[in-house]
Nanobody
Framework: QVQLVESGGGLVQAGGSLRLSCAAS????????MGWFRQAPGKDRDIVAG????????YYANSVKGRFTISRDNAKNTVYLQMNSLKPEDTAVYYC?????????????????WGQGTQVTVSS
């Protein structure tokens, strides 16, 4: 079993920055890919960014390319999402997810473990 705990969400003005963290426990963290998803009210949960087990391969949704950066520190069992130039449309609950697969996936069903989510609100 894997436990994921997100932190770093909050309220920020448009153009501001936030850094989300996701601390993992319960398995060898470095063995699987990790992802960040988000879900706004009334909408589906969508991929924001993903990173392979080694950190050498990443994926970004078009809406966040150039603004968000995913990274991981396997020594600290933590994955990060640096969010810059935030927009009101980035407002959502952000979820960290862990996969038993090594390669990055954009599909929800390929992630096996989920955190409880952290709220990000961007005011205009």
């Amino acid at each position: 079993q894997v436990q994921l705990v997100e932190s770093g969400g909050g309220l920020v003005q448009a153009g501001g920055s936030l850094r989300l963290s996701c601390a993992a426990s319960g398995r060898t963290f470095s063995s699987g890919a990790m992802g960040w998803f988000r879900q706004a009210p009334g909408k589906d949960r969508d991929i924001v960014a993903g990173i392979s087990w080694s950190g050498t391969s990443t994926y970004y949704a078009n809406s966040v390319k150039g603004r968000f950066t995913i990274s991981r520190d396997n020594a600290k069992n933590t994955v990060y999402l640096q969010m810059n130039s935030l927009k009101p449309e980035d407002t959502a609950v952000y979820y960290c997810a862990a996969s038993d697969r090594r390669v990055v996936s954009i599909r929800l069903r390929e992630y096996d473990y989920w955190g409880q989510g952290t709220q990000v609100t961007v005011s205009s």
